[in-house]
């Protein structure tokens, strides 16, 4: 028989009814006060002088909120952002998952990511020296991903009078235009275009300015003069490697502190987005032209970016829903065969962040030796790259990396790689593990996933779910654990006994 006890706490079915029920009508309460539609894909204008106009207004100067010194616990107001998940608010909160959920009780204790524009309320600890309020780019228009997908990167170069249109440089195998240069690093990094595109503008004119700045390096043209970066490809890389450690660090709660020019040590603002962090990290450790603070504010690179591709808070769409679940994954090697987990996560692309990818090796090779051993596809889609190193796999069909599931493998050898177009089943064959494509001591694969764009943490509520092994990072990047019920599977680079791991029949 049920008391009032048994009918005034919901069953986790109830709880995650609610919680999904919130998704209606918070979408247009998100509309209002949160998220907004993708920028204007048509370029402004350029005068008769051959300088581009500003077709929009520049940013009012409005005082922003400052925030108070709250007192421990106290709960404040908060409206879910793209791709928060409880954990990683608990650690921008400084507080924990349980005190959320005891003040959020509609919220499942097994959500994944929360629901866009939800309402809810989160018990706060002050910390000193909290950073901007302001806030620079929601985190859809930061990645490559379904706002980017009617945006030309070379027409939208080609309107404009700026040394970046008549730019020619080799990069990765082909000769390749300022734009094309923007848009490989966009679809390594999966960095939206506009972004590193309004970088170049903000720091060189590149736009805007028939000829390189004087008074600016054109070996570094944004500024990070170290020899292995020099040029715009390299100097792209580096700030796209840049930004996706303040985007990614924000993301999973690994960057809780900025340290800005003059040194003094700042916490991104709570309710900030992860774009927002990503841009004031680039600029605290980067570009040094102008003023942090000018950087960073109304009329620093937002201004520059609004100028360029219209207001980006008008009708944002968000790119990460409530609620997502990776669909069923495979280990991606045959059925029945033992392979050594060699690298837990780690960076997905680049250096640092996000610790998307982990690595697997085939057993029977030393250093770089061939494989006859087949990577496999973890689950059905088409192939959407297939390149130096390089295979993707596109799971909704429709064939653009930027939107849906997109699993990523990387070291794969050009000998019987899986062609371009081919569509896959879960467990077909894609080509062997090898050391090409990046930097590897070993015949190895590295895999990473990505929804919508933006890389996802091999670790945590979305992460990894291969046959039932769970990923666990550990303390450094390539190393850590996969579970599934009473076993463990150490990751060892050496691939030793305890990192073996075998794959299920099929």
């Avoid at 079915?13 to 209606?24: C, E, P, T, V």
């Avoid at 404009?160 to 690093?185: E, H, K, M, Q, S």
Wanted: hydrophobic fraction near 35%.
């Amino acid at each position: 028989m049920n008391t009032n006890s048994d009918r005034t706490q919901p069953t986790d079915n109830r709880k995650m009814s609610r919680f999904l029920r919130i998704l209606l009508p918070t979408i247009g309460l998100a509309a209002l006060l949160l998220v907004g539609c993708q920028p204007q894909t048509e370029s402004v204008p350029a005068t008769q002088e051959g300088t581009p106009e500003v077709a929009v207004e520049e940013i009012a100067a409005t005082p922003l909120p400052e925030r108070p010194q709250y007192q421990p616990g106290q709960l404040v107001d908060y409206l879910a952002q793209t791709g928060d998940t409880l954990p990683v608010l608990a650690v921008h909160f400084n507080t924990t998952v349980e005190e959320i959920l005891e003040a959020n009780p509609f919220i499942p204790a097994d959500a994944t990511t929360l629901p866009p524009g939800m309402p809810m309320q989160i018990p706060i600890y002050y910390q000193s020296f909290w950073g901007t309020t302001f806030k620079i780019l929601p985190d859809s228009l930061f990645v490559n991903g379904p706002a980017q997908i009617d945006f030309d990167t070379q027409a939208f170069v080609d309107q404009y009078p700026g040394w970046l249109r008549g730019y020619r440089d080799y990069v990765a195998g082909a000769r390749r235009t300022g734009a094309g240069i923007v848009d490989y690093v966009a679809l390594n990094f999966s960095i939206s275009p506009r972004v590193l595109l309004a970088l170049l503008e903000y720091q060189t004119g590149a736009l805007s300015q028939a000829s390189f700045p004087d008074d600016l390096n054109s070996d570094y043209p944004l500024g990070h003069e170290q020899r292995k970066n020099r040029g715009l490809y390299l100097q792209l890389v580096w700030a796209a490697n840049t930004l996706n450690n303040g985007y990614y660090g924000w993301r999973s709660g690994h960057l809780t502190t900025i340290e800005v020019p003059g040194g003094t040590i700042e916490h991104p603002d709570p309710w900030q987005t992860a774009a927002s962090v990503a841009l004031q990290y680039y600029f605290s450790v980067g570009y040094s032209g102008n003023d942090y603070q000018a950087d960073i504010g109304p009329q620093g690179f937002a201004q520059v970016y609004r100028d360029l591709f219209g207001d980006p808070w008008v009708d944002v769409q968000a790119h990460i829903p409530g609620n997502l679940r990776q669909p069923e994954m495979y280990l991606p090697f045959e059925g029945g065969k033992t392979w050594a987990y060699t690298g837990g996560p780690h960076t997905g692309w680049g250096t640092g962040e996000p610790w998307s990818a982990i690595d697997f090796a085939p057993p029977g090779t030393r250093g770089c030796g061939s494989s006859n051993e087949w990577a496999t596809a973890m689950t059905s889609g088409v192939v959407t790259r297939s390149e130096a190193g390089i295979v993707e796999i596109d799971t909704d069909g429709d064939g653009d990396p930027r939107t849906g599931w997109v699993i990523f493998y990387l070291h794969i050898a050009t000998h019987e790689r899986i062609p371009l177009g081919i569509s896959l089943e879960a467990g077909d064959r894609i080509g062997h593990p090898s050391c090409e494509g990046g930097t590897s001591t070993g015949t190895h694969i590295h895999i990473a996933r990505k929804y919508n764009g933006e890389w996802l943490a091999a670790e945590g509520p979305l992460g990894f779910d291969l046959e039932g092994w769970a990923v666990h990072n550990g303390d450094e990047p390539y190393q850590g654990t996969m579970t599934r019920f009473s076993s463990t599977v150490i990751a060892n680079v050496n691939a030793n006994f305890e990192s073996f791991i075998t794959a299920s029949e099929r």
